[in-house]
């Protein structure tokens, strides 16, 4: 068995390494990370370090699951969401795509056959993981995790309680079965009515009717609960992270035609908020989304201070449009790879690509950094706490302990 002595943790899918950029507010000691793409690996590198990037297909890494390094305490995996997504082809983890995590479930068992697998592993998904496959995606990927010695729990966060973007995001937290003990209330396999349930319906908005009925329908299935506090509401408005300083004949703002087609794809209603936005003497800002509806692209025009969610820009239509009125004018561009930054959670000084391209796709892939501020703080510090009280050897790497 391996000894843990390290705050530290492996990060899996990395993409541009905003799991890593969330975990450094409790320094967490990233040791090692993986990603197939050159693009993110540049911008990874950039900004964080070489040494301990690996830019590699994750199959590949499975024969050679040794070479990462044997004492680590948590890996984390935001494995790709293309196969969940509702835009996707929905073939869940038989998907090429999502089915990536396989591979990295693969690697958690050899870890695990020669006792160097982590205490706690951070699993991170779009909401349809939870519905994939009717919810046996999810159950499959709970039970490999017993099966490995941990028990699991399940919560969803929205980015928009942090930042001015719904966010909807699934994490899976599994807790090596001792460390789950002392830190978890663990439920009864096959008992419906005990007590778990009062701890499990104490906080709705982030366990929700779907995680429960996963559980009910997987009552053979090892199932733990941690102890989190309600996420406060302390977003910014989107107004709060818009680059005001775009002068007005920037490139960036859209001509008249451009403008007028967008305004002809708006509903009624929608052309009736802008017309209200435009007789403000202020500034207001709203975002528009594209939408397929009834065979139809329309613009739907959001108002309530918050950018919807991004995504990777595949096939064009998919990025977030920014309207800006007032005065008795509006003005039309596409929100920067800066702006998407910040609804992501991310300081101005992370290095972005400077293809713009790039940056949309870097960001509209990657986790919102106080999602996992908060995950960081009231769950792999706490247990990382918890483990060292237990393993007193243990070396305490942090001051603010
Ligand atoms: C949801 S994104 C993770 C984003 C990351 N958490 C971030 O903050 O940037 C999924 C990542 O999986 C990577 N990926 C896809 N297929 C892979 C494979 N076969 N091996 C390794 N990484 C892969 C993608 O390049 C992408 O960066």
Redesign the pocket.
Known sequence: MVTMNKMNFA?????????R?GLRLHNWDCVWA????ED?RDTYVENFTHDDFHL????EIVNRSSTIPDQVFLYTA????TDLSVAGGRKGLAGA?SG?LN?FLQILKKKQQTGAHPKVVML??VAGFLTSHKGKDVAFTVAVLNDLGYVVDIIELDAAYFTPQSRQRVFLIAVESELAQENMYIKEKYSFFDSWWINFHKNPKIRSSKVEHIIKSSPHLHWGLLDLPQPHNNAPNLNEIIQIEIPNDSKLWWNDTRKEHLYSQMSILHKETLHAMIEKSRYSYGTVYRRMRKGKSMAELRTDGKAGCLRTPRGGSSKQILIRAGFGSWKVRLLTSREYARLQGVRDTFILPENASKGYF?MG???CVPVIEYISEYILLPLYKRYLVAHPSAERLFANF
Do not use: M, Y
């Not at 590699?56 to 199959?59: G, S, V, Y």
């Open positions: 990060e899996f899918f990395a993409g541009v390494g905003l799991v950029e993986n990603d197939i793409s993110k590699e297909d994750i199959w935001s494995f790709p969401c795509e990536t591979a991170e998904n870097a892939d990657a986790v």
